[in-house]
């Protein structure tokens, strides 16, 4: 099965199908057979997979496009990769995960929430029940 995301003029994936193998074996098949099944010839399709993230296959193979194309990641042609929205102002993109970095590490531990006013690692406070 081959995954295709659909780009709006903003680069912005819409929406992500599933192709059966047996009707395409390239991108570029693929993409032609999307824009034909859609009636749609100018419609922007681009393969992605759905075992990649943070430029790593999670079965062993080749990474793809950096992570997987889900609907509202920006595709960014200059490094090829598909990227999730930026969480907050201060965050950066890293451009050989595609993945966004906070400009202080994450301490070791679930309770935590990124603080983007301080620009820190708040622990999360539970009122009493």
Known sequence: MAHFSKLNKDNIVEEVVV???EFVSTEAEGIEWLRNF???PHSVWL????NTIGNTHLLGGTPFRKNYGAKGF???SRIDAFVPEQPYPSWTLNE???LWE???SRPD???VIWNEDNQT???VTYPNE
């Open 74 to 76: 920006k595709y960014i």
């Open 109 to 111: 531990r679930e309770d």
């Open 19 to 21: 192709v059966n193998d």
């Open 38 to 40: 859609y009636n749609d």
């Open 96 to 98: 050989e995960t595609g």
């Open 102 to 104: 906070c400009p202080v």
């Open 47 to 50: 393969q992605t997979s759905y």
């Open 121 to 123: 690692w708040d622990i």
